[in-house]
């Protein structure tokens, strides 16, 4: 059964330049969820979605950073230009539902490390 | 003042010992606890809830003190497999699943 998968793993960009990571759910997961971990600042909750919606998009640093979600098994996080503060690992994680107390688990996929020169 | 507090370690304990972890959180109206375990250079990974009433999964158990606002993670006869970060995560009010993190306490179990 395969889990949240994320791609590229590991990222290695110059300022300036447009870095697109992409993350795809587990089939059947309803909420999508977008964080940052860094040693000084810990994990981040940047974005999430809900059946495809941006619930809660307060944790995004700033307008270089933006997040969609097209369908229920695709979500992209951009970030143009990109800095080398936004170096970082980015997790995807989903969840069957956010609004089921229930079933808050979140699956966390491998993650794509970040690197701007 | 962090939402969710967690001292970051390094606790280093032998093979055998119990080791306790606590965190605290700010929000008083918070609802749900878990502790995430998180390998070095893995994702996070659901360890267990954390229940009023406490609970226990095998070596590993639980509390909640809401009127404290403190939740603990016991951990008996540790195994050289147990090092890793404990990551306590609260959510806060409100049924939105948002969970938040704290920044994790790192255990690691020597020989």
């Known amino acids: 059964d395969a889990g949240v998968i994320q791609s590229p793993r590991h990222e290695v960009t110059e300022m300036g330049q447009e870095v697109t990571l992409r993350c795809k759910p587990i089939s059947g997961h309803n909420s999508l969820f977008w964080y940052r971990q860094t040693m000084m600042r810990g994990l981040e909750l940047l974005i999430y979605?809900?059946?495809?919606?941006?619930?809660?998009d307060s944790g995004m640093p700033e307008d270089r950073f933006s997040a969609k979600m097209p369908n229920a098994s695709f979500s992209t996080l951009k970030i143009q230009p990109s800095e080398p503060r936004d170096s970082a690992v980015y997790f995807c994680?989903?969840?069957?539902?956010?609004?089921?107390?229930?079933?808050?688990?979140?699956?966390f996929g491998p993650g794509t490390r970040l690197l701007v020169l | 003042r962090k939402e969710v507090e967690q001292d970051p370690g390094p606790f280093n304990v032998p093979e055998g010992a119990t080791v306790a972890f606590n965190c605290t959180y700010s929000?008083?109206?918070?609802?749900?606890f878990f502790w995430y375990r998180q390998d070095c250079r893995k994702e996070p990974k659901l360890l267990m809830s954390?229940?009023?009433s406490g609970n226990e999964d095998g070596r590993f158990t639980a509390q909640l003190n809401r009127a404290s606002q403190y939740i603990s993670l016991l951990i008996r006869d540790s195994k050289l497999s147990d090092s890793a970060t404990y990551l306590c995560v609260v959510i806060p009010s409100g049924n939105t699943g948002k969970l938040i993190f704290g920044q994790g306490t790192t255990l690691q179990v020597k020989p």
């Open positions: 929000n008083s109206a918070s609802q749900s």
């Open positions: 954390v229940y009023s």
């Open positions: 979605f809900n059946n495809n919606v941006p619930i809660d």
């Open positions: 994680a989903s969840s069957p539902d956010s609004r089921q107390t229930s079933q808050e688990t979140q699956y």
